[in-house]
C-alpha cells in the first residue's frame, strides 16, 4: 500500500493559519480523488474536504467553508489544505486519505469509501 505522510500541524492562536500537506507513494496518485479529515479530540472523524483527480472539483463541510481550501499538485502527488481565520474548535489531528475513485462521491464526508490514509498531523488553535 502507498506510503502517505502529512506535514504542517502546529499549534497557532485564533485568527491565525496554517499550510498542511500530504505527500504519497502511490503512482496512480492522478487518478485518485483525495480528502481531508480531522478527529477532535473525544470526537467522531469529520470530512472537511474533498478534490477531484483532476483538481477541478471540491467540496468543503459547512464548518470550514470560506475559511479552507483544498488543492492538489499531481506531478508532486501532493495535496494541501490552506486553513484560515483557525478557531479552537478547529483543534484536531488532521488526515488526508485517498479516495476509490476520481471524483469525491456524495458521501465522500464519511471516509467510509476512502482506501488509504495517513498518519494524521496535530493542529492546535489557542484563544
Known amino acids: 500500500q502507498a506510503q502517505m505522510m502529512e506535514s504542517g500541524g502546529g499549534q497557532v492562536q485564533t485568527g491565525g493559519s496554517l499550510r498542511l500537506s500530504c505527500t504519497t507513494t502511490d503512482s496512480a496518485f492522478d487518478s485518485h480523488s483525495m480528502g481531508w479529515f480531522r478527529q477532535p479530540p473525544g470526537l467522531e472523524r469529520e470530512g472537511i474536504a474533498c478534490i477531484s483527480a483532476a483538481g477541478r472539483t471540491t467540496y468543503y463541510a459547512d464548518s470550514v467553508k470560506g475559511r479552507f481550501t483544498i488543492s492538489r499538485e499531481n506531478g508532486n502527488n501532493t495535496i494541501f489544505l490552506q486553513m484560515n481565520a483557525l478557531k479552537p474548535e478547529d483543534t484536531a489531528m488532521y488526515y488526508c486519505?485517498?479516495?476509490?475513485?476520481?471524483?469525491?462521491?456524495?458521501?465522500?464526508?464519511?471516509?467510509?469509501?476512502?482506501?488509504?490514509w495517513g498518519q494524521g498531523t496535530q493542529v492546535t488553535v489557542s484563544s
Open positions: 486519505a485517498t479516495g476509490p475513485l476520481n471524483y469525491c462521491g456524495l458521501s465522500w464526508s464519511s471516509g467510509r469509501s476512502f482506501i488509504n
